[in-house]
């Protein structure tokens, strides 16, 4: 077994599932490096677990808002690359930690078959609390423990299994976003356009931002500065755990 102070993330991986709360979320923190992934060859899933049906900052009627999030979503995926988006379909800003969302999120690992999950951190970021809404508190905890124990005991969730023929799937590493204990950096400034373009897709969300992209920027530039990446390059930051 590898000690966890010689591990290192795998330089490629051949599938990656990201598994985040709303629309926008991937594109935020992560959309930079889903792109640089997706140039290397590594085929990428998202897994939406609601629709952002309670997001928006204008006059859409409620029933339309998740319609238009989804659609949104898959036009950020196609920009960085990504052409499978699963959506959960649970009711945003009421996500519990539940049995029916641990299976949920286990049976579209045994789908997928990724070798590096990538969700947000359970953990509350006290120096950040807007990264800890608590959709993606629940969602980060439901997706560790889909990913252990649940994904890989043929035992947990035995209807997945009997019923639908997925086998169970060890996932070997999980890089959570807005973490307080980031580590590991990745070089996105060579794909940024890539990473705005995915980010305005979400014109619902911030299509009222004129700032945006020098506000994502500016964020960028200081994670880079951070975790020691050279003057003037942009980064995404995670907190990187071997799962194996």
């Not at 928006?56 to 808002?65: K, Q, V």
Request: with cysteine; charged share 25%; glycine share 6%.
């Amino acid at each position: 077994m590898t000690s966890p102070q010689s591990w290192k993330p795998a330089e490629h991986v051949e599938r990656a599932l990201c598994v985040l709360a709303h629309p926008d979320d991937v594109d935020f923190g992560s959309a930079g490096t889903v792109a640089t992934w997706a140039k290397a060859g590594t085929h990428v899933t998202y897994c939406i677990v609601t629709d952002g049906d309670a997001g928006g900052f204008d006059d859409t009627p409620r029933h339309e808002m998740g319609p238009l999030r989804r659609a949104e979503q898959e036009a950020a995926a196609a920009a960085v690359g990504v052409e499978d988006v699963h959506f959960l379909g649970y009711p945003d800003g009421r996500l519990e930690l539940t049995l029916d969302l641990r299976r949920d999120i286990s049976r579209v690992i045994r789908q997928v078959r990724p070798q590096r999950v990538l969700t947000s951190s359970p953990e509350r970021f006290w120096e950040r609390v807007g990264a800890s809404h608590p959709d993606h508190m629940t969602v980060g905890e439901s997706t560790l423990r889909a990913v252990y124990p649940d994904a890989r005991n043929p035992f947990a969730f035995p209807e997945l299994l009997a019923d639908e023929g997925l086998e169970a799937w060890t996932v070997d590493e999980v890089w959570l976003t807005a973490s307080p204990r980031a580590d590991h950096v990745v070089d996105v400034t060579d794909v940024v356009e890539l990473k705005f373009a995915a980010l305005k897709s979400h014109r619902s969300q911030v299509g009222h931002l004129p700032e945006l992209e020098a506000f994502v920027t500016d964020w960028m530039r200081q994670t880079a500065r951070r975790l020691g990446l050279p003057e003037g390059r942009l980064g995404e930051a995670f907190h990187v755990v071997h799962t194996a």
